[in-house]
């Protein structure tokens, strides 16, 4: 979606706002790998196609259990330290696209969801922050 232009401004711009190095290498670096890791896991778990959209079983565990949408928290994570990491102001624009494009997602998804998985999505929607939180806990 905003990968290459992400990467292609980012290159191109590098180096040319004046961040600390420990804001570049030692904040967003790490933040970069951490968010990259977290992506591509998913996509192993899931495989490409349930990554993709896919109908298949709703997954309410490992990171889903505090984020209904892991990956998408973790693709923001990647594009903002992307953006810190190369210091370059001309690829801000394009993170900007990013984020918001990755914030209205699971809007859209989320019907989906709902048609699919019915009651189990309402129960999981329930107790399951959209983006970041602790799970709530339902008293019985």
């Known amino acids: 979606m905003v990968a290459g232009p992400a990467i292609w401004l980012a290159v191109s711009g590098w180096g ?5 190095g420990w804001v ?6 790490p933040a970069f790998i951490v968010a990259n890791f977290v992506v591509w896991s998913a996509v ?15 997954v309410t ?7 209904r949408n892991p990956q998408y928290v973790a693709d923001i994570l990647m ?3 992307w953006g810190l990491l190369s210091a370059s102001h001309s690829v801000w624009s394009v993170i900007g696209i990013g984020i918001v494009t990755l914030l209205l997602a699971p809007f859209a998804e989320e019907k989906w969801l709902q048609e699919a998985h019915g009651e189990q999505f309402t129960d ?12 709530v806990k339902r008293s019985k």
């Open 44 to 58: 192993v778990r899931f495989g490409f196609d349930k990554t993709s959209g896919a109908s298949g079983k709703l």
């Open 24 to 29: 570049r290498y030692g904040l967003a670096l």
């Open 124 to 135: 999981y929607s329930r107790r399951t922050p959209r983006f970041l939180g602790m799970p």
């Open 79 to 81: 594009l903002l330290s």
């Open 16 to 20: 040319h706002t004046p961040l600390p």
């Open 61 to 67: 565990s490992g990171l889903y259990r505090y984020s």
